[in-house]
């Protein structure tokens, strides 16, 4: 199916402050691999890395106003300097899994864990909690719950879960709305027409929802855009420009690599890919990306 103009109006409304890009540089994480990574986007080389430990997986990177690094580690969230000191570690209960840290809008800090109940917090710079919503998930298994959590306009959660559907959920743990869709939603990423992308997993796609209405606007499928393959479909992150990221997870399909298909992909407002990261011994698997002003 040829890919219309996809998102020739879009951008990104503000999810996390520090991903307004109009950069050459971009920070990339994802579930097993062995780093967090600064990549020069014109060379494709890396500029800054960041060790994690065997076991962790980082589903959820961020760049914060003072250029400290926030990322997510299942076991916790962390923030960091550039030269790799410590300013704050929070850490999810035994048995949870912490699965997203994100900046909002108002310079604090998003993050929650998969378990039984779910949290998500509210933290300011400091690490202090502002804010804490439990919530159940209905789903037992805290690593098949959700992975990357997002806040609408309206204050509320958006919670993507691999149980197929979105809830929005209100920060007293109300469920207000839960849309269907297909696959296993990792993230849900606002557009400015109102609607929402929300990347569909191992479904091999991504769609624009109207989430009031639970239509499917637009549908991309798994070689719809030229030149790439997509396989676990994860972040999606709308540009200024009408393009869009799309991390190309390719952690479920052994045969992936030797397809020599892109691991990050960047497509313009007509659905043309115009760059991407295609080195698997370079870069492992991506899940997450922060561009950097």
């Given amino acids: 199916m040829k890919i219309y103009t996809f998102i020739l109006s879009a951008c990104l409304l503000l999810v996390c402050s520090a991903c307004h890009e109009a950069s050459h540089h971009l920070l990339l ?39 400290n690094i926030l990322f997510s ?79 609408n306009k309206r204050g509320n959660y958006l919670v993507p879960l691999f149980a197929t559907e979105i809830r929005e959920i209100s920060p007293s743990g109300q469920l207000l709305k839960s849309v269907k869709v297909d696959g296993n939603p990792f993230s849900v990423a606002a557009l400015d027409n ?27 499928n798994a070689n719809d855009i030229e030149g790439a393959q997509l396989f676990f479909v994860a972040q999606l992150l709308p540009k200024r420009d009408g393009g869009l990221y799309i991390c190309n997870w390719q952690g479920h399909d052994g045969e992936a690599a030797k397809g020599h298909y892109p691991q990050l992909i960047e497509i313009n407002g007509a659905g043309k890919m115009v760059w991407d990261l295609n080195d698997n011994a370079t870069f492992g698997m991506i899940s997450s990306i922060c561009p950097i002003d």
């Avoid at 062995?34 to 890396?46: G, H, L, P, R, S």
């Avoid at 030269?83 to 209960?93: K, M, R, Y």
């Avoid at 109102?194 to 991309?220: P, Q, S, W």
Wanted: with cysteine; net charge negative.
């Fill in 73 to 151: 580690y299942s076991k916790g969230a962390k923030l960091i300097t550039r030269d790799h000191e410590e300013v704050w570690n929070i850490s999810a209960p035994e048995g949870c899994e912490m699965q997203t840290a994100r900046v909002l809008s108002n310079g604090n800090y998003l993050l929650a864990w998969c378990g039984n109940p779910a949290t998500i917090m509210e933290v300011n710079a400091k690490g202090e909690i502002l804010s804490k919503t439990d919530f159940d998930t209905r789903i037992e298994q805290p690593h098949a719950q959700f992975r990357q959590v997002n806040k």
């Fill in 194 to 220: 109102g609607n929402y992308l929300v990347a569909c997993g191992d479904a091999h796609c991504f769609i624009e929802l109207n989430f009031e209405t639970g239509d499917i606007v637009r549908k991309v």
């Fill in 29 to 67: 994480g994802g579930s097993g691999w062995d780093k967090i990574a600064i990549v020069n986007k014109n060379t494709k080389e890396i500029e800054w890395e960041h060790p994690l430990e065997k076991g962790w997986e980082c589903n959820s990177v961020a760049v914060t106003p003072d250029r």
